[in-house]
């Protein structure tokens, strides 16, 4: 399909909002608004980015397949998501997402025969003291029990459009693409729709009620130069060194609690200190000037003798082929130029040297 | 519901939520007039460099869960180099159980844009980007119409305010990969690439996006700097604990009275949020909760009294994280729990790292096994021996993440575990769920 001029002169503003040499980064909003003309992102959109872009399609379609919002087949109207990561799980999101599937007759990323809704069950949503949530079109649904759940679908289906709790009133999906790819909601008053909800105010309403505000607020403080906060830290120090005491004798070192049973199969490795692995991994991740990072558990460096010279490998190598059994025609190992042409032709032939027709296999009960 | 005490009460901080009491907050015309843009004026007077320093004065640690102290961050920005600078600030909220940053871009979304503003005068950025959530539409509206106005208004664009500092401004919406809230994923993903982690070093402070020097900051962050503007480091100081200085919106969720956003001093004891939300829900006893998403290793009853801040969480075994405290009680089963979390996680693997791609992979399937009433004893030890191999074992911080609930859980609540195994606990999933699950 050819893209509508509208659409050409769109993706020339979003590469406009790049470096002039970083055009690649307009990719992300290409990809959502050739969604908006089609509702999927078809090999024709894919070729449309590659085209304005001078990528090829391999590149475009590398993206495309990698995001969850990109959706690879037609979609309805309406794009019903059920969040049942954990929290909302927990509090009833597999319910409605099992409700709706079985009412509508289809499953994940599947649309309804009227092409009205595509149903799919999200992760979290990041709305989690709304819970259990779902969003159509990603405008949020708050609190939502299988009936009112149900209630929302099929007042699409019949031509309505419900209020979502909080966002704009909606739109249909391929008018969404638009706004994602960056594109202001021209809608005459959508942005101004939705006020907060009152899981979100909940602190503010307790501060306020009890008349709870931080104290010391004043917008004129002055900003100190470098130099002057550079001269008091100076000073701050030599005072503390001048108050410091004798040092303390060493503190004798505490003997290491024996660790609990976890059942890892690495006991040899000594975790360098008692922090829990996970921390002890992500203070790894942040290094700063300051800190000192040990060494991940398990990182094993070659301290009790000279690394391994690279023959050593081979050597091993070569051992581990000779005691190989040989295979069961008595020949060596391996393929022979020979034995790969015969096993085509038993293929060909449907009479494989391991017997059976390919039709047996669903009733080996392998696959129930 | 009981009225929590004084003295719980007197540790709500409210510093960046306070202005989403004002419904019109997102408007221009309602932002100025409550204190918006004020911060922008006196930073432009400023020395760049004296506005680093501020930052680093205030002990600010980033917001987005691994806690970097920000000034640090901003200062390893090189001067004078030569190349063009970059602030990314990282939108792309997705962490379960965190929902602070989508309320504060939709009712308060200049407060990110005057940020972003100061932060990138301070590194000397000419370009800053927005990385938002593909899903957060309401939010990315907000923010859009809150950065046309500033552009309308001078605040953005050539010559901010007269000051001779241009800035750029894009809103650019994700599509949906929990992996580009990685720093470096997203800066492959905003240059238009799969959303991959990239090795580090280099870090991105000297070969960030383009290769160029970037700071890549958290929502919280950067809207906490037009305060610290204003209010001076040592007024930001009063809040928290000594090395967790300021505020922080701990995002409360699941079985208490009242879920929702509560903005304390850093270092509130989970005790204490709970009080603030009421309690817990009648009929449910605190069994097990995440301090910070589901990253962050489980904690439980015993825990009610560990300080939230960097150092207390991480002291209890934990990590501080995003604070999104999940709360679920002796109703909930944390090895289902667990088993929702690894589903997610292996959804979201990006795939570059076998030890993340393959390992989650399989956890989730003995997972199933166990849930299904057909786990072993042996299952236990092959899920400690899979979390060994992927904890430290790829390039960015998932495949860590999705080991926190596994040995977690195991440490305290091995026997909800034996209970499946030895035919105490009715399975939960049935075959049928075995075969068809995604």
């Known amino acids: 399909m050819s893209f509508s001029e509208t659409t050409r002169a769109r993706a020339r503003e979003i590469i406009a909002r790049y470096p002039a040499d970083r055009s690649r980064s307009a990719l992300l909003p290409l990809l959502h608004l050739v969604q908006s003309e089609e509702g999927y992102v078809s090999p024709a959109g894919v070729e449309f980015c590659a085209e304005v872009l001078g990528l090829n399609k391999a590149q475009v379609g590398a993206v495309a397949t990698f995001y969850t919002m990109y959706k690879r087949k037609p979609t309805g109207e309406y794009l019903v998501s059920v969040c049942t990561n954990t929290m909302c799980d927990v509090l009833g999101g597999q319910k409605v997402y099992d409700t709706l599937a079985e009412h509508l007759g289809v499953g994940h990323e599947e649309t309804t025969a009227d092409g009205k809704i595509t149903l799919e069950h999200a992760e979290c949503l990041a709305a989690c003291d709304y819970g259990p949530v779902m969003t159509v079109n990603y405008d949020f649904f708050d609190n939502v029990e299988p009936q009112a759940a149900l209630d929302v679908v099929e007042e699409l289906r019949a031509g309505g459009r419900p209020m979502p709790t909080r966002g704009a009133r909606l739109c249909t999906l391929k008018e969404m693409a638009v706004q994602l790819a960056g594109f202001a909601d021209e809608r005459d008053g959508a942005v101004a729709d939705g006020g907060p909800g009152e899981p979100s105010l909940r602190g503010l309403r307790l501060a306020e009620q009890h008349g709870v505000s931080v104290p010391g607020f004043d917008p004129k403080t002055p900003i100190r130069s470098k130099a002057e906060a550079d001269r008091a830290a100076a000073e701050e120090k030599a005072k503390a060194e001048a108050a410091k005491p004798a040092p303390e004798p060493a503190k004798a070192v505490e003997p290491a609690k024996p660790e609990a049973a976890t059942g890892s199969t690495a006991p040899d490795v000594k975790a360098p200190d008692a922090k829990s692995p996970q921390v002890r991994t992500a203070e790894t991740r942040q290094p700063d000037a300051g800190t000192a990072v040990p060494d991940a558990p398990g990182t094993k460096m070659p301290v009790d003798g000279p690394a391994p010279a690279p023959r050593d490998a081979r050597a091993a190598e070569a051992a581990g082929a000779a005691a190989n059994p040989p295979a069961g025609d008595g020949k060596p190992a391996g393929d022979a130029a020979g034995a790969q042409e015969r096993n085509l032709k038993e293929a060909e032939s449907g009479t494989g040297a391991d017997g059976g027709d390919p039709a047996d296999a669903s009733g080996t009960g392998v696959r129930k | ?438």
Not at chain 2, 24 to 38: F, H, Q, V
Not at chain 2, 81 to 94: Q, S
């Open chain 2, 1 to 438: 519901m009981t009225t929590p005490r004084p003295e719980t009460l007197a540790k709500l901080t409210p510093v960046l939520t306070k202005r989403w009491l004002s419904p019109d907050a997102w408007r221009l015309g309602t932002y100025e007039k409550l204190d918006g843009y004020a911060a922008l004026r006196k930073a432009l007077k400023a020395h760049p460099d004296d506005l680093i320093q501020l930052i680093k004065d205030s002990g600010l640690r980033g917001r987005g869960g691994a806690g970097f102290p920000t000034g640090l961050k901003w200062g390893f920005i090189p001067q004078g180099d030569g190349k063009p600078h970059y602030l990314v600030v990282n939108a792309d909220e997705g962490e379960p159980g965190t929902c602070k940053d989508l309320p504060l871009m939709t009712h308060d979304p200049h407060s990110l844009v005057e940020g972003v503003i100061i932060a990138s005068y301070a590194i000397r950025a000419n370009r800053a980007y927005i990385y938002i959530r593909g899903e957060a539409v309401h939010a990315a509206r907000r923010l859009r119409s809150a950065v046309d106005e500033a552009y309308a208004k001078g605040y953005l664009g050539r010559n901010v305010l007269g000051s001779g500092f241009d800035l750029d401004l894009v809103v650019h919406s994700g599509a949906g990969a929990y992996i580009c809230g990685e720093e470096t994923a997203l800066l492959d993903s905003l240059e238009g690439f799969r959303g991959q982690p990239r090795l580090r070093p280099p870090f991105p402070a000297t070969h960030g996006l383009y290769a160029s020097p970037t700071v890549v900051n958290n929502v919280g962050t950067i809207a906490s700097v037009p305060y610290i503007v204003l209010g001076g480091a040592d007024w930001w100081k009063t809040m928290g604990t000594e090395k967790s200085s300021g505020p922080m919106i701990y995002s409360l969720s699941g079985r208490i009275a009242n879920p929702g956003q509560y903005e304390c001093s850093m270092g509130i004891t989970l005790r204490e949020l709970i009080e603030l939300a009421g309690g817990m829900k009648p009929g449910h006893n605190l069994k097990f909760w995440t301090p910070g998403g589901s990253s962050t290793p489980l904690l439980t009853a015993e825990h009610l009294d560990v300080p939230l801040d960097f150092e207390g969480v991480a002291g209890a075994g934990s990590i501080l994280g995003t604070t999104a405290t999940q709360i679920f009680s002796d109703q909930d089963c944390p090895v289902y729990a667990t088993y929702r979390w690894l589903e997610f996680y292996h959804h979201e693997s990006c795939g570059k790292c076998t030890p993340c791609r393959e390992g989650n992979y399989w956890m989730v399937r003995v997972y199933r096994r166990i849930l299904a009433g057909q786990g072993t004893h042996e299952d236990l030890d092959t899920l400690l021996d899979t979390c060994d191999n992927i904890l430290g074992r790829s390039f960015c911080g998932l495949g860590d993440g999705a080991t926190s609930s596994v040995t977690s859980s195991l440490k305290y609540f091995k026997q909800d575990y034996l209970d499946y195994i030895e035919g105490r606990t009715a399975p939960k999933l049935s075959d049928k769920s075995l075969v068809g699950a995604h």
